[in-house]
């Protein structure tokens, strides 16, 4: 029995509260076998590794790129202790969520990447894979990673892909793997659907970011939601349904693809091969 990674959702996020253990078993029910909590800020570094171990996941240390206009840059000589006190926690699989936000305004684009150039640079100090973020800043986040790392080879995650095929295959070219989630289910984003179609199958992770990047079925407009309708909340559970519209798009079945991105997975993030071991037994023993 095939099963799925979610190698990216906010489980720590507030939006799921009191629901998380039902959320949980609700993705497992749904052949999720294990999901990668990465953390945003100092403030929640705790909750995700608490969480990881108390729901049987994985999880990543790092401070996001929406997150640097209220970091101190204190917090990089916190990330950097953290990361060295839990270098034997097995659930601890990559440094993360970290990265470059070009679309969202009013943020200090300069302090953007002086954090992500350092925490790149924690992230070979310490031998971890990176999870980033790469929102309208594909070609700046790798200019970073070549000047960290020259002619190097990387290890990681670009979350919620969504540049050109260009940038998509020098993002391979430095080893990383692509994430797909949610906004693959939108008829309209003909680029990305054709990248999740065409791309290597050995270059692309499946992934939902819950509680956000709602698929079709869950986003309602700005009208929809001006009218009365409440926003529909994305959760692990979701992944399967979104890997149906991937896998439709390969013209594969859905189990080869959660078979593919299973082990695609694992090789972005080593330290989650054990781990995945052991939610599949477990999800196929329930």
């Not at 095929?165 to 906004?183: H, T």
């Not at 309209?188 to 709602?214: C, F, H, K, Y």
Request: with cysteine.
């Amino acid at each position: 029995m095939a099963f799925f990674v979610d190698t990216h959702c906010h489980l720590d996020a507030p939006e799921f509260g009191s629901e998380m253990p039902r959320i949980r078993a609700r993705a497992r029910s749904a052949g999720v076998a294990l999901c990668v909590i990465p953390a945003v800020a100092v403030d929640n570094f705790d909750a995700v590794r608490e969480l990881a171990h108390l729901q049987g996941d994985a999880y990543a240390l790092g401070i996001h790129p929406l997150c640097t206009g209220t970091a101190r840059d204190e917090d990089l000589d916190r990330l950097d202790e953290e990361l060295g006190r839990r270098r034997d926690d097995p659930r601890l699989v990559a440094v993360g969520e970290i990265g470059l936000d070009y679309f969202v305004e009013g943020l200090d684009a300069a302090r953007q990447e002086r954090f992500f150039h350092t925490q790149l640079q924690l992230a070979r100090k310490h031998a971890l894979p990176v999870v980033i973020h790469v929102r309208r800043s594909v070609d700046q986040v790798l200019k970073h990673l070549r000047q960290v790392a020259p002619g190097q080879a990387w290890q990681g995650i670009a979350h919620a892909f969504n540049g050109s095929a260009q940038q998509a295959q020098a993002c391979l070219a430095l080893g990383l793997k692509l994430g797909f989630g949610g906004a693959v289910t939108f008829e309209r984003a003909l680029q990305l659907r054709r990248l999740a179609g065409s791309l290597p199958i050995d270059a692309i992770v499946m992934e939902t970011d819950a509680p956000d990047i709602q698929p079709h079925w869950l986003y309602r407009t700005q009208a929809e939601r001006a009218a009365g309708a409440s926003q529909g909340r994305n959760e692990p559970a979701e992944l399967p349904r979104i890997a149906q519209v991937v896998a439709a798009l390969r013209g594969i079945e859905t189990g080869a693809l959660a078979e593919a991105t299973t082990r695609n997975a694992t090789a972005a993030l080593p330290r989650l091969l054990p781990l995945v071991r052991l939610s599949g037994e477990a999800l196929h023993g329930a």
